[in-house]
């Protein structure tokens, strides 16, 4: 009886290969899929897949289609293009928690790891014991001390009037109650570059990842946030912390909100004695394995820019945010019940606009920068598609370029040139 039996594509060097194995299982022919990435170097998988996609741009993929008329067998290119988004695109998978190669020993992770041994059944009801039993109760308790000494303490350094004496103790209270919550994600950060940290007067952007993010920043030095207006446990801590500092809280959905940041910015940037403005220009979550495209309104308001990235290791514990799915409280008893938060943190040297470069190149420069010192997938897809559709506008520029590559009037071809 047929025993194993492996098909793989062809391995490229340096490209994701995808194999499908048929394993014997308790006498019976069982198909499995074994989905792996193999590098150049031989280096462990950072991502799977479930096609072997062609990653080449569609410019090239046409190229046999210069010097002679439009057939209908071209569609078929389209079409195979198409097919591919739709079984595994490359947007809406970094909306949902990144996959592991290995399995780390958390139910929620095992969802490809199906067939586990006793022995190590029996490492993974230890581990339950360990995680539930002991560092939970420790981690919540160090939780509900750090909020509580937050929510206080901000509250009554709010009370003094604006001077330098209530700057110190607003900083303070930040650093120290972060850092209790960090410990209590069992929180194990290396920062890289610390003389390039954010200066005073300077603008730091960062990928994000989750709100998380804030508390990993904050334990190296203290910010002037913007972001979105929260209800729940994170309304409650937004609203003490504006009180002892600046913070800048907006309704996204609101344009006058919009225009009021952006005239708070201008005016924070202004004066240099102010602490470093702390914006995620992406706008939402993503899962920690690519950067999505950054919004360009950080970018339009001058001042310098401090990049940082931020890589979280997946294997002690997922740090992405999937706020469709869990509230906030959700989501910090999930991050509780990992092994640990395990992340690196990379200063970068300042960046600013450059002559004749218009905010929308700026931004993407920052953001390919990032991407490459945080070991990302750079994308140039908005965020906000993990809530909205596809603007018309976007689909109608897609489908003028489709034409061109088309009819072949060298027009595209002329560019990438």
């Given at each position: 009886?047929?025993?194993?039996?492996?098909?793989?594509?062809?391995?490229?060097?340096?490209?994701?290969?995808?194999?499908?194995?048929?394993?014997?299982?308790?006498?019976?022919?069982?198909?499995?899929?074994?989905?792996?990435?193999?590098?150049?170097?031989?280096?462990?998988?950072?991502?799977?897949?479930?096609?072997?996609?062609?990653?080449?741009?569609?410019?090239?993929?046409?190229?046999?289609?210069?010097?002679?008329?439009?057939?209908?067998?071209?569609?078929?290119?389209?079409?195979?293009?198409?097919?591919?988004?739709?079984?595994?695109?490359?947007?809406?998978?970094?909306?949902?928690?990144?996959?592991?190669v290995s399995w780390n020993l958390l139910t929620?992770?095992?969802?490809?790891?199906?067939?586990?041994?006793?022995?190590?059944?029996?490492?993974?009801?230890?581990?339950?014991?360990?995680?539930?039993?002991?560092?939970?109760?420790?981690?919540?308790?160090?939780?509900?001390?750090?909020?509580?000494?937050?929510?206080?303490?901000?509250?009554?350094?709010?009370?003094?009037?604006?001077?330098?004496?209530?700057?110190?103790?607003?900083?303070?209270?930040?650093?120290?109650?972060?850092?209790?919550?960090?410990?209590?994600?069992?929180?194990?950060?290396?920062?890289?570059?610390?003389?390039?940290?954010?200066?005073?007067?300077?603008?730091c952007v960062a990928n994000h990842t989750s709100?998380?993010?804030?508390?990993?920043?904050?334990?190296?030095?203290?910010?002037?946030?913007?972001?979105?207006?929260?209800?729940?446990?994170?309304?409650?801590?937004?609203?003490?912390?504006?009180?002892?500092?600046?913070?800048?809280?907006?309704?996204?959905?609101?344009?006058?909100?919009?225009?009021?940041?952006?005239?708070?910015?201008?005016?924070?940037?202004?004066?240099?004695?102010?602490?470093?403005?702390?914006?995620?220009?992406?706008?939402?979550?993503?899962?920690?394995?690519?950067?999505?495209?950054?919004?360009?309104?950080?970018?339009?308001?001058?001042?310098?820019?401090?990049?940082?990235?931020?890589?979280?290791?997946?294997?002690?514990?997922?740090?992405?945010?999937?706020?469709?799915?869990?509230?906030?409280?959700?989501?910090?008893?999930?991050?509780?019940?990992?092994?640990?938060?395990?992340?690196?943190?990379?200063?970068?040297?300042?960046?600013?606009?450059?002559e004749g470069e218009d905010a929308v190149q700026?931004?993407?420069?920052?953001?390919?920068?990032?991407?490459?010192?945080?070991?990302?997938?750079?994308?140039?897809?908005?965020?906000?598609?993990?809530?909205?559709?596809?603007?018309?506008?976007?689909?109608?520029?897609?489908?003028?370029?489709?034409?061109?590559?088309?009819?072949?009037?060298?027009?595209?071809?002329?560019?990438?040139?």
């Amino acid at each position: 009886m047929l025993a194993n039996y492996a098909w793989a594509s062809k391995i490229r060097p340096g490209r994701p290969q995808c194999l499908l194995s048929f394993g014997r299982t308790e006498g019976r022919l069982q198909p499995t899929w074994i989905l792996y990435q193999l590098s150049r170097q031989g280096s462990p998988p950072s991502h799977t897949c479930i096609i072997q996609r062609d990653e080449s741009p569609m410019e090239k993929g046409l190229s046999g289609l210069r010097g002679r008329d439009f057939e209908l067998s071209d569609v078929f290119y389209f079409s195979k293009k198409g097919l591919e988004a739709i079984v595994e695109d490359e947007v809406t998978q970094r909306f949902s928690s990144e996959e592991l190669v290995s399995w780390n020993l958390l139910t929620r992770t095992n969802v490809n790891f199906q067939y586990v041994s006793p022995r190590l059944t029996m490492v993974w009801v230890l581990g339950v014991i360990v995680r539930y039993c002991v560092l939970l109760p420790l981690r919540l308790t160090l939780a509900v001390i750090g909020i509580s000494l937050f929510v206080i303490g901000t509250t009554l350094v709010g009370q003094l009037p604006r001077n330098r004496l209530k700057n110190f103790l607003s900083e303070v209270v930040h650093l120290t109650c972060c850092r209790i919550c960090v410990r209590a994600l069992s929180g194990t950060i290396h920062y890289h570059n610390r003389q390039y940290r954010p200066q005073k007067g300077g603008i730091c952007v960062a990928n994000h990842t989750s709100p998380i993010d804030v508390l990993i920043l904050t334990t190296d030095g203290c910010y002037t946030m913007v972001g979105q207006v929260h209800g729940g446990l994170m309304g409650i801590i937004q609203r003490s912390m504006v009180k002892a500092c600046p913070h800048i809280w907006f309704e996204r959905s609101e344009m006058k909100d919009r225009h009021l940041v952006i005239r708070r910015l201008k005016e924070h940037i202004a004066l240099k004695e102010e602490l470093p403005i702390l914006i995620f220009p992406e706008g939402t979550c993503i899962n920690n394995t690519s950067v999505m495209m950054f919004k360009k309104g950080s970018f339009e308001i001058g001042g310098t820019i401090h990049p940082v990235a931020i890589k979280y290791n997946p294997r002690f514990g997922d740090a992405f945010w999937n706020s469709s799915k869990y509230n906030i409280v959700s989501y910090l008893l999930r991050v509780m019940t990992s092994w640990a938060i395990v992340c690196d943190v990379w200063y970068m040297p300042p960046m600013t606009r450059e002559e004749g470069e218009d905010a929308v190149q700026f931004a993407n420069r920052v953001k390919s920068a990032i991407a490459v010192q945080g070991g990302l997938t750079e994308l140039p897809w908005d965020g906000g598609l993990k809530r909205a559709k596809v603007k018309d506008t976007f689909k109608e520029e897609q489908q003028k370029n489709y034409s061109k590559m088309i009819v072949g009037n060298g027009s595209l071809k002329s560019e990438l040139d």
